[in-house]
């Protein structure tokens, strides 16, 4: 029986998929990296460190910059992702998810944020939505980022409950990689093609309900 959810939060809550795909947009261009819609659909989910390692990997660049120049295009990344997320406000809740998150609290389910984001809590706080979950997932604390399942096994501990009884939600192929390996019911929103391995598929976070979730699951 499903008694948690635990949620990713970029793509998922709030559209900074967006911002981070503007800000690595930039590293990509100077780095010389060719930016295409599939390298920025690969960067949805990864880690900060992990993101910047493809980047240059796409471009054939992984060998040409030192550790010390990586942490700067990634610090400079980072700022001006900051600056983009400050305009943040709870408006700016994906559609439905405001609805979706209250009707779980209304049930008594439990929730956690299983976001990689180390700004999660300052795009929380923007959100109005710092209050609605029972934890956060620490990402500095991960060993591994997704699409290892570590974070979604931390996710249901921290609901206290067992994997089996948590529905993980994802938009990235990363994501619901990771909740597949953490034994979870994986939740995918998004394009069918991308999000495959999904348990269950939603075309956007509009259509994601307690209803819709109970008749797919049958
Ligand atoms: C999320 C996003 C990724 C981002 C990662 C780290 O998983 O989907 O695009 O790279 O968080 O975010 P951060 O804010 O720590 O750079
Ligand atoms: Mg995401």
Redesign the pocket.
């Known amino acids: 029986e499903i008694k948690g959810f635990a949620f990713d939060l970029?793509?998922v809550i709030t559209d900074t998929?967006k911002f981070?795909a503007q800000a690595w947009q930039q590293v990509a261009d100077k780095v010389g990296t060719n930016w295409t819609e599939d390298l920025a659909d690969g960067?949805?989910?990864?880690?900060?460190m992990d993101?910047l390692e493809m980047i240059l990997k796409a471009g054939g660049h992984e060998n040409d910059y030192s550790q010390a120049e990586k942490e700067k295009l990634a610090a400079e990344k980072?700022d001006n992702?900051v600056q983009l997320i400050k305009t943040l406000t709870p408006d700016d809740i994906l559609p439905g998810m405001l609805d979706f998150i209250k009707s779980l609290q209304a049930s008594g389910y439990k929730m956690s944020l299983a976001?990689?984001?180390?700004?999660a809590p300052v795009i929380l706080k923007s959100l109005g939505l710092t209050d609605a979950f029972e934890g956060i997932v620490n990402?500095a604390s991960l060993k591994k980022g997704k699409p290892d399942p570590e974070i979604y096994v931390r996710a249901a501990e921290v609901m206290k409950l067992d994997p089996k009884q948590v529905i993980g939600v994802e938009d990235?192929a990363a994501g619901v990689t990771a909740i597949n390996g953490a034994n979870e019911t994986s939740l995918g929103i998004g394009n069918s093609d991308v999000l495959h391995e999904a348990d269950l598929i939603f075309p956007d976070t509009a259509a994601v309900t307690i209803e819709a979730i109970k008749e797919k699951m049958g």
Do not use: Q
């Open positions: 970029d793509g998929a981070h960067l949805k989910g990864i880690s900060r993101s980072n992702y976001s990689v984001s180390l700004n990402p990235a």
